[in-house]
């Protein structure tokens, strides 16, 4: 069956060693470029060994590799792909794909079949692909869930009064709900860039050769279809050496964390002593070790540093891929650092969607931060225009100078009667306005300005019951599109895997055929 266990490892293990080389690498370079390299690659680990069997596969279909070697390299690579406790990559060694290919030869000469037809570049790139997409559905999983509990929550506060912060000043009245939705549309378009995205990474790069194509009669099309990739990338050099998909890999992750950032700085405000508007749950926060009454946000803390640390992996990562073509710093610096972006974008989601899901707004706090009136200052100049048939402008001075007024005075704008308007209007015009007293009402009760916002995108509880309908039909969509694209995949890892158990290897305790 070839497996030599027991056999002392050969000399040329390692690419590092052997071929054109005529020494071991020095040690400076080992605890340097190929500790960071094999540290960046571990990610990788799963998608090579896929990358690896469907390479044999399709090699073996095509009578590159004879059958009897075929089956005992995949016999070695199955048992590799377990993670077994006796392999332990050593930089000494090289990188993940060296590797691998050392552990691999301990157990069968068939080892020697591994690289043919492809380089290790382009068992890394398969892998890189293949992390990067399994990442994007999890994002895209945890967007929808993240925008689910968004939806929720501002249905539940449709109509719970606040006021609308512009410079952290209270600016006009709102809802916590009308509030809430709007981050919604921000994850909508996270998930529609990362649906692009995922096109673009779901193309196979295998079957490339080097980066000219291949002489062997390598089907890529079929490792395509074996891997789930949805095609592949057409040119055998772009497929090896792209700098532009990481890029917008990482311009999507730090797009979505963004978003979620500023909503978490908001809440974390909110959360405050000063405002008071919402309750962080008691899980998602961290107790002071010192001071016995602060409860400190931090689960909303996390999510804005994690944010300011994509800033800078998106950085690096565009630094790292303008150089010339077929440059190595363009790939093993950012075999980690993507898919590791891409996870944070998932749990910060899901760390939102959970602070989501249990906090408290205080409907009571909400409301008495409309209850002095000034929020209403632009409704009330909007009530003068078209009551009255002042200009804007002109009614915009006259409610500027009465807030003046009653700023200055300690009063508060809700306090405001027909015969202060009138007394500021004919200081400022030369004539009284003389609007109706229920009309004025009107103008400066925040909940009935709320209500006449019926508008499309407005506050009225109309307008918020129909973008919840509507993002909750859009969310549907892209639910659905994930978990197409997911049992794609799983159709696709069945297949390869069927098809290594028809050339008679063990899976999972799976008989031989």
């Not at 890029?247 to 964390?257: G, H, Q």
């Not at 540093?305 to 800078?312: C, F, I, S």
């Amino acid at each position: 069956m070839g497996n030599r266990d027991a056999r002392p490892e050969p000399e040329d293990v390692s690419l590092s060693v052997g071929g054109r080389l005529s020494s071991a690498p020095a040690p400076e370079l080992i605890t340097s470029a190929f500790a960071h390299e094999l540290a960046e690659e571990a990610v990788l680990f799963d998608g090579m060994s896929y990358a690896d069997l469907a390479h044999t596969v399709v090699m073996i279909e095509a009578g590159v590799v004879p059958e009897q070697p075929g089956r005992e390299l995949l016999a070695a690579l199955e048992h590799l792909r377990r993670r077994p406790a006796d392999f332990a990559p050593d930089p000494a060694r090289g990188d993940l794909y060296t590797n691998r290919e050392a552990y691999l030869a301990r157990r069968t000469d068939a080892a020697r079949w591994l690289g043919v037809g492809r380089t290790r570049r382009e068992a890394a790139t398969v892998a890189y692909h293949l992390v990067v997409r399994s990442e994007l559905l999890a994002v895209g999983k945890e967007l929808v869930k993240a925008a689910t509990a968004l939806i929720e929550r501002a249905q539940e506060h449709a109509e719970a009064i606040m006021a609308d912060y512009t410079y952290l000043q209270a600016a006009q009245p709102t809802t916590f709900g009308h509030y809430l939705i709007a981050f919604v549309y921000p994850i909508l378009r996270d998930l529609d860039r990362a649906k692009n995205l995922f096109r673009r990474v779901n193309l196979s790069p295998a079957g490339c050769g080097g980066i000219n194509g291949s002489r062997l009669p390598q089907d890529r099309a079929r490792l395509a279809a074996l891997l789930g990739f949805d095609g592949c990338v057409v040119h055998a050099r772009d497929a090896m050496w792209q700098a532009d998909v990481p890029i917008e890999t990482m311009a999507v992750a730090t797009a979505a964390t963004i978003n979620f950032a500023r909503f978490a700085e908001d809440l974390q405000i909110f959360a405050t002593s000063e405002f008071g508007l919402i309750e962080i749950p008691d899980r998602y926060a961290r107790a002071s070790v010192l001071m016995p009454q602060k409860k400190n946000p931090y689960a909303l803390a996390y999510v804005r540093g994690v944010a300011n640390e994509m800033v800078g992996t998106q950085a690096a990562v565009v630094a790292l891929n303008r150089t010339a073509t077929g440059q190595m710093d363009n790939r093993i610096f950012v075999y980690g650092k993507v898919p590791h972006a891409l996870k944070q974008v998932a749990n910060v989601a899901s760390l939102i969607a959970g602070v989501l899901r249990e906090m408290r707004f205080d409907r009571a706090r909400g409301k008495a931060a409309t209850a002095d009136g000034f929020v209403m200052a632009a409704d009330l100049a909007e009530t003068i225009t078209t009551h009255t048939g002042v200009d804007f402008r002109s009614a915009h001075q006259i409610v500027a100078r009465l807030v003046r007024q009653f700023v200055a005075c300690g009063r508060s704008l809700s306090t405001l009667t027909g015969p202060d308007l009138d007394a500021v209007a004919a200081e400022m015009t030369g004539q009284p306005l003389k609007i109706p007293v229920n009309v004025l009402e009107q103008a400066l009760n925040p909940a009935k300005a709320v209500a006449a916002r019926e508008n499309l995108g407005g506050a009225g509880p109309g307008a918020i019951a129909a973008m919840c309908d509507e993002c909750r039909g859009s969310l549907a969509e892209y639910a659905q599109w994930w978990r197409s694209a997911e049992e794609r995949i799983a159709a696709a890892h069945q297949e390869l895997m069927c098809r290594v158990v028809k050339l008679g290897i063990e899976i999972d305790g799976a008989p031989h055929n």
